[in-house]
Nanobody
Framework: QVQLVESGGGLVQAGGSLRLSCAAS????????MGWFRQAPGKEREFVAS????????LYDDSLKGRFAVSRDNAKNTMYLQMNNLEPEDTAVYYC???????????????WGQGTQVTVSS
């Protein structure tokens, strides 16, 4: 079992940046591939990014690859999502999740945080 807690969300103007954190407890985060998903009101949960256990392999949604960057610090048991040049369409609840291997599919992830709200104003 692993517990995940997201933080770092908030209100930001379009063009601004935020860094989200996902802190893990219960098991070392190095055991898992990690992912970020987001869900906007009225929309399905969508894949944002994932990172392998070692941090050497990353995946991104094609539309976000140039603006978002996922990283991890296994020594701190934490994963990060750096979000730059934010747009109002990025407004959503952002979730971190843990899986046995990297995947774009939310069903592949066994553990989920409760999410952190990101709101981007025009």
């Amino acid at each position: 079992q692993v517990q995940l807690v997201e933080s770092g969300g908030g209100l930001v103007q379009a063009g601004g940046s935020l860094r989200l954190s996902c802190a893990a407890s219960g098991r070392a985060v190095s055991v898992y591939s990690m992912g970020w998903f987001r869900q906007a009101p009225g929309k399905e949960r969508e894949f944002v990014a994932s990172i392998s256990r070692s941090g050497l392999d990353t995946l991104y949604d094609d539309s976000l690859k140039g603006r978002f960057a996922v990283s991890r610090d296994n020594a701190k048991n934490t994963m990060y999502l750096q979000m730059n040049n934010l747009e109002p369409e990025d407004t959503a609840v952002y979730y971190c999740a843990a899986a046995p291997r990297t995947s774009r599919m939310y069903r592949a992830y066994d553990y989920w945080g409760q999410g952190t709200q990101v709101t981007v104003s025009s």
